[in-house]
């Protein structure tokens, strides 16, 4: 509730804030994965990973749309969380 709260309430502010760097990283990938765009090397605004987690959560982004809601947040939370498990441990 709150990574949807503030991403409408104060958007530049940094996704670290609420995500790890692995998350923010894998989740820049999981968006961008037919794309050349490489992972930055600083954390994204908290406005973009909104916008990625809304988009990871079957967010449809139309014009009459407005920003994700808490479910798509959600549910774009847990899918990135599944793909992160399915990492192998690197320790």
């Known amino acids: 509730m709150a ?3 503030l991403g409408r309430r104060v958007p530049d502010i940094s996704c670290d804030l609420f995500l790890a760097e692995d998350e923010w990283k894998m989740l820049h990938r999981i968006i961008h994965k037919n794309s050349k765009k490489k992972v930055p ?44 498990a399915m990492l192998p441990d690197l320790e």
């Open 3 to 5: 990574i949807t709260y």
């Open 41 to 84: 090397k600083k954390p994204y605004s908290l406005a973009e990973a909104v916008s990625y987690l809304g988009e990871l959560g079957s967010y449809k982004r139309a014009p009459s749309d407005g920003p994700p809601g808490l479910k798509s947040i959600w549910k774009g939370l847990f899918k990135l969380y599944e793909f992160l």
